[in-house]
C-alpha cells in the first residue's frame, strides 16, 4: 500500500507540471521591416510582428520586457556590430499577435554591404515562456553608404584684396545613402593648393537631408562667403572648398563610401583696387575764419571691385605736408566702387579755415582711404595737393540812424548798414551791437543790446539790418548810440579797428498823466461833525516810473499814495468848500495833475432844521441851525409818544456860531430832543 501511494503522488505531479507548461506564454518575432534605406551613420525606425503562441498571458504590470535589435554581420548575434534594447509595457493575450517598432542609430564606422538585423523577443528572458528557442528572427538587410563631393564652385564678383565675396558651390551626393540631419562644410583661401597654407578659413553648418543621387546648391542662406585678407598676394590664388569637414570636433559627421572625393580646389585671381584722387576744389573763395565745401573726384584705377566702406580726409596746411596742417577731417564714403570707375564727394565735406590762419597761399589736400582700410597694389598715389589762395574779409559799417524821437522808456527804431570792401564772401553767424552811451566810446555805456545774425556777404557785397530798442528810463539829454560791428571778434578781417560807428541822439521825456476816480461828481453833505471822504486816482506812466501819487485839496497836499492801485482817505473835514484833484509825481519828479475836479461841500443844517449824528468816539451829536444872538430852549424826553408825560429841559452849549450843537452819551436811555426858540 505504501509503495502504491509514492507511485501515485509521482503521477500527480507530472499532470500537474504538464498543466503549468500548457499555460505559459510563447513570444515568437514573425517578420521585420524598416522605414527607409538603412544607411551607415543614419537613424532607421526598425518595425517587428510578434506573436504571443503560448496559452499564457504576459502582464505589464509584474515587470518589464525587454526586446533587442541587432546588427550583425552573420545571422547570429555573435558578428554583432551594434545592439540596441528596447523597454516595452504591455499586456500580451494568448495567441495574440501585436507590433513594435524602434529607433536604430546605424554605426558610422561600418562599410556598406550585406548585414543581418536580428529581432529578439524578451532578449531578457524576463517572461517564462513555453518555447524559449523562437524568440529570434534574424533577416538580411544591406547598408549604404552615401559619398558628399563637391561638383562646382562660383563667387558673385571680382574677387578683391581686402573685399568679401560671395561663393555659390553645388555639391552631390554620389552614394546610395540618406545624409541627414546636419554636417559641416568648410571654405578656405590658400596661396598654394593646399589648406596648410590657407590665409582664410571658415567652417559653417548645412542643415539640410540630401537624397541619394541628387545635387544641392549651397549659396548666401548657408552664410557661404569668403573676406579675403589685405595681406594676400595678388595674382593666382586656391579657393579650397570641403565637405563634411570639421576640424574643430576632429571627426566627420557624415560616414561616406569614399572620403577621398570630398574637397573641391578651384584657382582664383586675386586683384587689388587702387584709389587715386584726380581732382579737389573749394566751392568758394577760401577766407580766414569762414567754412567752405570741397568737391573731390577719386578714381579706381584697377580690376578689383571695392565694396566695404572706407574713409577719405581733407586738410588745411601751409605747407604741402599734412604735418603742419591746421584742419583736417576723417569722413565715411560706402561702397561699392566699380574697377575702372570714379565717385566724386560733393555737398557735404567742409573745411573750417581757422581765422588765425595767415592769408595767401595755403595748400588744399586730400587723402584717399586716409586710414588703410582698402589693401591697394599702390599706396603712393592716395594724395593730391592743391595750392590755394586764402583771403581775409573786411566788415565795416556804412550807417547808421534812428527812425523815430528817442524818448526816455520808450521804443526806438534804429537801422544800419554794413559792407564787405573784400574781395572774399563773408558766410557764418556773429553779433551786431548797438551800445546808449555817455559819450562816444562805450566806456560811457548805459545799456547794450547785442543782435545775433547769420549772414551771407559776397566780396563786395553789404547788408542792412533794422532793430527795435527799449530807450533806458535816463534823464532828457544828449547821448551818444554807437554800432560796433562783429562786436565778439568772430570774423577775422584785415582790419579790426574800423568796426565802430556812432551817432549823436537827444533823448527827450514824457510826463505821467493822473486821472481823478473818486470822488467822481460834486458832493454836498449837511453834517455835525468833520467828515472823510475815499479818494481814487488812475495814473498813465510817461517816461519813468511812478514815485507816487498825491491828492490835493484846495491846491495843497492832504493826503498821498504810493502803490497801485492809487488809493487814500481825505482828512476830516468840516464845514467848508474843498476842491479835491490829483497829482502825479515820477522817479525823476516829473508831474502832472489830473485835468478832473471834485468839488466837496460840507454846512450845517439849516435854520431850525435839526441833525443828529454819530462821531467818531460814538457819541451822539445833535445840531440845529440857529440864528446868532437868539436864545432856543432844548427839551428832552424818553416817551415820545406818552402826552402826559412832560419834556424836559435839556442843557446845550452855548451858541457862538451859526448853529447849536449838543451831545448826548450812547450809554444813556433813548431820548428825544426838540428845540424852540425864545422870544
Given at each position: 500500500?505504501?509503495?502504491?501511494?509514492?507511485?501515485?503522488?509521482?503521477?500527480?505531479?507530472?499532470?500537474?507540471?504538464?498543466?503549468?507548461?500548457?499555460?505559459?506564454?510563447?513570444?515568437?518575432?514573425?517578420?521585420?521591416?524598416?522605414?527607409?534605406?538603412?544607411?551607415?551613420?543614419?537613424?532607421?525606425?526598425?518595425?517587428?510582428?510578434?506573436?504571443?503562441?503560448?496559452?499564457?498571458?504576459?502582464?505589464?504590470?509584474?515587470?518589464?520586457?525587454?526586446?533587442?535589435?541587432?546588427?550583425?554581420?552573420?545571422?547570429?548575434?555573435?558578428?554583432?556590430?551594434?545592439?540596441?534594447?528596447?523597454?516595452?509595457?504591455?499586456?500580451?493575450?494568448?495567441?495574440?499577435?501585436?507590433?513594435?517598432?524602434?529607433?536604430?542609430?546605424?554605426?558610422?564606422?561600418?562599410?556598406?554591404?550585406?548585414?543581418?538585423?536580428i529581432?529578439e523577443?524578451?532578449?531578457?528572458?524576463?517572461?517564462?515562456?513555453?518555447?524559449?528557442?523562437?524568440?529570434?528572427?534574424?533577416?538580411?538587410?544591406?547598408?549604404?553608404?552615401?559619398?558628399?563631393?563637391?561638383?562646382?564652385?562660383?563667387?558673385?564678383?571680382?574677387?578683391?584684396a581686402?573685399?568679401?565675396?560671395v561663393?555659390?558651390?553645388?555639391?552631390?551626393?554620389?552614394?546610395?545613402?540618406?545624409?541627414?540631419?546636419?554636417?559641416?562644410?568648410?571654405?578656405?583661401?590658400?596661396?598654394?593648393?593646399?589648406?596648410?597654407?590657407?590665409?582664410?578659413?571658415?567652417?559653417?553648418?548645412?542643415?539640410?537631408?540630401?537624397?541619394?543621387?541628387?545635387?544641392?546648391?549651397?549659396?548666401?542662406?548657408?552664410?557661404?562667403?569668403?573676406?579675403?585678407?589685405?595681406?594676400?598676394?595678388?595674382?593666382?590664388?586656391?579657393?579650397?572648398?570641403?565637405?563634411?569637414?570639421?576640424?574643430?570636433?576632429?571627426?566627420?559627421?557624415?560616414?561616406?563610401?569614399?572620403?577621398t572625393?570630398?574637397?573641391?580646389?578651384?584657382?582664383?585671381?586675386?586683384?587689388?583696387?587702387?584709389?587715386?584722387?584726380?581732382?579737389?576744389?573749394?566751392?568758394?573763395?577760401?577766407?580766414?575764419?569762414?567754412?567752405?565745401?570741397?568737391?573731390?573726384?577719386?578714381?579706381?584705377?584697377?580690376?578689383?571691385?571695392?565694396?566695404?566702406?572706407?574713409?577719405?580726409?581733407?586738410s588745411?596746411?601751409?605747407?604741402?605736408?599734412?604735418?603742419?596742417?591746421?584742419?583736417?577731417?576723417?569722413?565715411?564714403?560706402?561702397?561699392p566702387?566699380q574697377p575702372?570707375?570714379?565717385?566724386?564727394?560733393?555737398?557735404?565735406?567742409?573745411?573750417?579755415?581757422?581765422?588765425?590762419?595767415?592769408?595767401?597761399?595755403?595748400?588744399?589736400?586730400?587723402?584717399?582711404?586716409?586710414?588703410?582700410?582698402?589693401?591697394?597694389?599702390?599706396?603712393?598715389?592716395?594724395?593730391?595737393?592743391?595750392?590755394?589762395?586764402?583771403?581775409?574779409?573786411?566788415?565795416?559799417?556804412?550807417?547808421?540812424?534812428?527812425?523815430?524821437?528817442?524818448?526816455?522808456?520808450?521804443?526806438?527804431?534804429?537801422?544800419?548798414?554794413?559792407?564787405?570792401?573784400?574781395?572774399?564772401?563773408?558766410?557764418?553767424?556773429?553779433?551786431?551791437?548797438?551800445?546808449?552811451?555817455?559819450?562816444?566810446?562805450?566806456?560811457?555805456?548805459?545799456?547794450?543790446?547785442?543782435?545775433?545774425g547769420?549772414?551771407?556777404?559776397?566780396?563786395?557785397?553789404?547788408?542792412?539790418?533794422?532793430?527795435?530798442?527799449?530807450?533806458?528810463?535816463?534823464?532828457?539829454?544828449?547821448?551818444?548810440?554807437?554800432?560796433?560791428?562783429?562786436?565778439?571778434?568772430?570774423?577775422?578781417?584785415?582790419?579790426?579797428?574800423?568796426?565802430?560807428?556812432?551817432?549823436?541822439?537827444?533823448?527827450?521825456?514824457i510826463?505821467?498823466r493822473?486821472?481823478?476816480?473818486?470822488?467822481?461828481?460834486?458832493?454836498?453833505?449837511?453834517?455835525?461833525?468833520?467828515?472823510?471822504?475815499?479818494?481814487?486816482?488812475?495814473?498813465?506812466?510817461?517816461?519813468?516810473?511812478?514815485?507816487?501819487?498825491?491828492f490835493?485839496?484846495?491846491?495843497?497836499?492832504?493826503?498821498?499814495?504810493?502803490?497801485?492801485?492809487?488809493?487814500?482817505?481825505?482828512?476830516?473835514?468840516?464845514?467848508?468848500?474843498?476842491?479835491?484833484?490829483?497829482?502825479?509825481?515820477?522817479?525823476?519828479?516829473?508831474?502832472?495833475?489830473?485835468?478832473?475836479?471834485?468839488?466837496?461841500?460840507?454846512?450845517?443844517?439849516?435854520?431850525?432844521?435839526?441833525?443828529?449824528?454819530?462821531?467818531?468816539?460814538?457819541?451822539?451829536?445833535?445840531?440845529m441851525?440857529?440864528?446868532?444872538?437868539s436864545?432856543?430852549?432844548?427839551?428832552?424826553?424818553?416817551?415820545?409818544?406818552?402826552?402826559?408825560?412832560?419834556?424836559?429841559?435839556?442843557?446845550?452849549?452855548?451858541?457862538?456860531?451859526?448853529?447849536?450843537v449838543?451831545?448826548n452819551?450812547?450809554?444813556?436811555?433813548?431820548?428825544?430832543y426838540r428845540?424852540r426858540?425864545?422870544?
Amino acid at each position: 500500500m505504501k509503495t502504491l501511494r509514492v507511485q501515485m503522488s509521482f503521477l500527480a505531479l507530472l499532470l500537474n507540471a504538464s498543466s503549468v507548461m500548457a499555460q505559459l506564454p510563447d513570444l515568437a518575432p514573425l517578420s521585420l521591416t524598416w522605414d527607409r534605406v538603412p544607411t551607415a551613420g543614419q537613424t532607421v525606425t526598425v518595425t517587428a510582428a510578434l506573436t504571443n503562441r503560448g496559452d499564457g498571458f504576459v502582464n505589464s504590470g509584474i515587470s518589464d520586457r525587454y526586446d533587442r535589435v541587432t546588427l550583425s554581420t552573420t545571422a547570429t548575434t555573435n558578428g554583432a556590430v551594434g545592439q540596441w534594447d528596447g523597454n516595452f509595457r504591455l499586456n500580451i493575450n494568448p495567441h495574440t499577435a501585436y507590433t513594435l517598432s524602434l529607433a536604430v542609430p546605424l554605426p558610422g564606422n561600418i562599410s556598406a554591404g550585406p548585414y543581418y538585423l536580428i529581432w529578439e523577443a524578451d532578449a531578457r528572458s524576463l517572461v517564462a515562456e513555453g518555447d524559449e528557442t523562437n524568440n529570434a528572427l534574424a533577416v538580411p538587410v544591406n547598408i549604404v553608404l552615401p559619398d558628399l563631393a563637391p561638383l562646382s564652385l562660383t563667387w558673385d564678383r571680382v574677387p578683391t584684396a581686402g573685399q568679401r565675396f560671395v561663393v555659390t558651390v553645388v555639391v552631390t551626393n554620389k552614394g546610395d545613402g540618406l545624409v541627414a540631419p546636419y554636417w559641416y562644410d568648410r571654405i578656405s583661401l590658400s596661396p598654394t593648393p593646399s589648406t596648410n597654407q590657407a590665409v582664410y578659413r571658415r567652417d559653417f553648418q548645412i542643415y539640410r537631408s540630401v537624397q541619394p543621387h541628387t545635387s544641392f546648391t549651397v549659396e548666401v542662406d548657408f552664410g557661404v562667403y569668403l573676406d579675403i585678407p589685405g595681406n594676400v598676394a595678388a595674382g593666382t590664388n586656391y579657393i579650397i572648398y570641403e565637405v563634411d569637414e570639421n576640424a574643430a570636433y576632429s571627426h566627420n559627421y557624415v560616414p561616406e563610401s569614399n572620403e577621398t572625393n570630398n574637397t573641391l580646389v578651384v584657382p582664383v585671381n586675386i586683384v587689388f583696387p587702387d584709389y587715386q584722387p584726380l581732382s579737389v576744389t573749394p566751392d568758394r573763395v577760401p577766407t580766414a575764419g569762414q567754412r567752405f565745401f570741397v568737391t573731390a573726384v577719386v578714381t579706381n584705377q584697377s580690376d578689383g571691385l571695392v565694396t566695404s566702406g572706407s574713409y577719405d580726409r581733407v586738410s588745411l596746411s601751409p605747407t604741402p605736408s599734412t604735418n603742419e596742417a591746421v584742419y583736417r577731417r576723417d569722413f565715411q564714403l560706402i561702397g561699392p566702387v566699380q574697377p575702372h570707375s570714379a565717385y566724386s564727394v560733393a555737398g557735404y565735406v567742409f573745411v573750417d579755415v581757422p581765422g588765425t590762419l595767415a592769408p595767401g597761399i595755403n595748400y588744399l589736400i586730400y587723402e584717399t582711404d586716409s586710414l588703410g582700410h582698402v589693401p591697394e597694389s599702390n599706396e603712393t598715389n592716395n594724395t593730391l595737393v592743391v595750392p590755394i589762395s586764402v583771403g581775409i574779409g573786411e566788415l565795416v559799417p556804412t550807417s547808421l540812424r534812428t527812425n523815430s524821437l528817442a524818448i526816455a522808456g520808450r521804443p526806438l527804431s534804429v537801422s544800419w548798414g554794413v559792407s564787405n570792401p573784400s574781395t572774399n564772401a563773408l558766410i557764418g553767424g556773429w553779433n551786431d551791437q548797438l551800445v546808449l552811451s555817455t559819450n562816444m566810446t562805450t566806456n560811457g555805456a548805459i545799456v547794450v543790446w547785442p543782435y545775433y545774425g547769420s549772414f551771407n556777404v559776397a566780396g563786395g557785397g553789404a547788408y542792412s539790418l533794422t532793430r527795435t530798442v527799449d530807450v533806458p528810463q535816463i534823464r532828457a539829454g544828449d547821448y551818444f548810440l554807437i554800432l560796433q560791428v562783429d562786436a565778439g571778434g568772430v570774423v577775422p578781417e584785415s582790419n579790426e579797428t574800423n568796426n565802430t560807428r556812432s551817432l549823436a541822439i537827444s533823448v527827450t521825456n514824457i510826463p505821467p498823466r493822473v486821472s481823478l476816480l473818486a470822488p467822481t461828481n460834486s458832493i454836498e453833505r449837511k453834517i455835525c461833525v468833520p467828515a472823510s471822504f475815499p479818494l481814487a486816482a488812475k495814473v498813465e506812466m510817461g517816461s519813468y516810473s511812478i514815485r507816487r501819487v498825491e491828492f490835493l485839496t484846495n491846491g495843497v497836499e492832504a493826503t498821498l499814495s504810493a502803490n497801485v492801485p492809487y488809493r487814500a482817505i481825505t482828512p476830516s473835514l468840516a464845514q467848508g468848500v474843498y476842491r479835491i484833484t490829483a497829482q502825479v509825481v515820477d522817479v525823476f519828479d516829473l508831474r502832472a495833475t489830473s485835468p478832473q475836479e471834485a468839488v466837496i461841500t460840507l454846512a450845517w443844517p439849516n435854520l431850525l432844521e435839526l441833525l443828529a449824528e454819530l462821531d467818531r468816539n460814538r457819541d451822539v451829536v445833535c445840531c440845529m441851525g440857529a440864528n446868532v444872538g437868539s436864545n432856543y430852549i432844548v427839551e428832552a424826553t424818553a416817551h415820545f409818544n406818552n402826552s402826559t408825560i412832560p419834556w424836559q429841559p435839556h442843557l446845550t452849549n452855548r451858541v457862538f456860531g451859526p448853529a447849536l450843537v449838543f451831545t448826548n452819551r450812547p450809554t444813556k436811555p433813548q431820548e428825544f430832543y426838540r428845540a424852540r426858540q425864545e422870544p
